[in-house]
């Protein structure tokens, strides 16, 4: 198990596909709770880093540690140990609110009794307990997001991987589901979040900016703003996108 005071720990990371180098030696530490947010344009590498920290691909080379396990050794215990909700929406559409998250809890191991207790606490956290036997492909988009985080979250991981989590949601629904990351946080679940939303970057407490493979920036976004001087995050990415340039 885990000893190190961080749950991620990548070092010298390359993945190459061919000739290409998806990512050209990545290193970044991620704290236990911490909100890390990992940031680049389409084609950065970000999903590809993604999936090698969740145990979904093999590295190339380098030294990574997810959770305290080996991601070339371990990917098994490393996918007991984290949660995961996709750019696209992960949640089976043609099954209620309800089995699904029977069928996830499941998937992770827990008891009838505890995925029971934790449905019911989730559903009332989200105020919808009277929608459990709905379909999902019934429910508004914003109601889905969040459901998808509650469960990834189900078997409180000490880490939950998010990718892309808010697109295409309104910017209130955006709001309630960075209150979610949060209390995760909180209650001492490490968030690892890609986005695209600049102004996103402001609610994490450390973020990574990929260019071309390459980790350009990392640091707090008050770091980054004071190093490139810029106002807010998205200036920050736009020098960088135009150094690369």
């Not at 344009?41 to 970000?46: Q, R, T």
Request: net charge positive; with cysteine.
């Amino acid at each position: 198990m885990q000893t190190s005071e961080y749950a991620i720990e990548a070092h010298g990371l390359v993945k190459k596909f061919g000739n290409f180098v998806a990512n050209d030696h990545l290193t970044f530490d991620v704290k236990k709770g911490e909100i890390f947010g990992f940031l680049g344009a389409n084609g950065a590498g970000k999903t590809t880093a993604m999936k090698i920290l969740c145990g979904l691909l093999l590295p190339t080379s380098g030294k990574i540690k997810v959770a305290g396990f080996d991601v070339y050794t371990q990917t098994n215990l490393i996918k007991k140990h984290i949660g995961y909700m996709s750019q696209k929406f992960s949640l089976y559409e043609d099954l209620s609110i309800e089995e699904n998250f029977r069928f996830y809890g499941g998937i992770y191991g827990l008891s009838r009794k505890q995925i029971a207790e934790r449905t019911s606490t989730m559903l009332k956290k989200l105020d919808i307990e009277p929608l459990r036997k709905s379909l999902i492909s019934s429910l508004p988009l914003g109601i889905r997001q969040k459901l998808a985080f509650s469960v990834a979250i189900i078997h409180s991981p000490g880490i939950v991987f998010l990718d892309e989590p808010t697109g295409g949601v309104d910017p209130i629904t955006r709001r309630q589901f960075w209150e979610m990351i949060y209390e995760a946080s909180e209650q001492g679940i490490t968030v690892f979040v890609t986005t695209h939303y600049m102004d996103e970057a402001e609610y994490c407490n450390r973020v990574s900016i990929m260019v071309d493979g390459r980790i350009e920036a990392l640091g707090t976004p008050g770091e980054l703003k004071k190093k490139f001087d810029a106002t807010d995050m998205n200036q920050v990415f736009l020098k960088l996108a135009r150094k690369a340039g």
